[in-house]
Nanobody, 119 residues
Framework: QVQLVESGGGLVQPGGSLRLSCVAS????????MHWYRQAPGKERELVAT???????NYADSVKGRFTISRDNAVKTVTLQMNNLKPEDTAVYYC?????????????WGQGTQVTVSS
């Protein structure tokens, strides 16, 4: 079955850095675009970054220049490097994959990892 497992969250001071990882199983990882989302308390889940199968990347305006998404197909891992973190980056971060199966698209999410930016 499809499984996404995130890790790397924690408590960090403003201006600090964290590196999130998401390890996938049960999918042909190299054939999938991968996404990082986040959800802050009381807010809707929002797309943070995407990396395509070809390595092209896209970012939310709020994280451009601070976050970097990358992938390693050999170990089925997508990574989100977060630098210069701000209190407003505090959220649960999720990775997501969208798969076409039996003629329909289905979304699969990890369990999430908490990122807290606070002094």
């Amino acid at each position: 079955q499809v499984q996404l497992v995130e890790s790397g969250g924690g408590l960090v001071q403003p201006g600090g850095s964290l590196r999130l990882s998401c390890v996938a199983s049960g999918i042909i990882f190299s054939a999938q675009h991968m996404h990082w989302y986040r959800q802050a308390p009381g807010k809707e889940r929002e797309l943070v970054a995407t990396i395509t199968t070809g390595g092209a990347t896209n970012y939310a305006d709020s994280v451009k220049g601070r976050f970097t998404i990358s992938r390693d197909n050999a170990v089925k891992t997508v990574t989100l490097q977060m630098n210069n973190l701000k209190p407003e980056d505090t959220a649960v971060y999720y990775c997501k994959v969208r798969l076409l199966r039996l003629g329909a698209y289905n979304e699969y999410w990890g369990q999430g990892t908490q990122v807290t930016v606070s002094s």
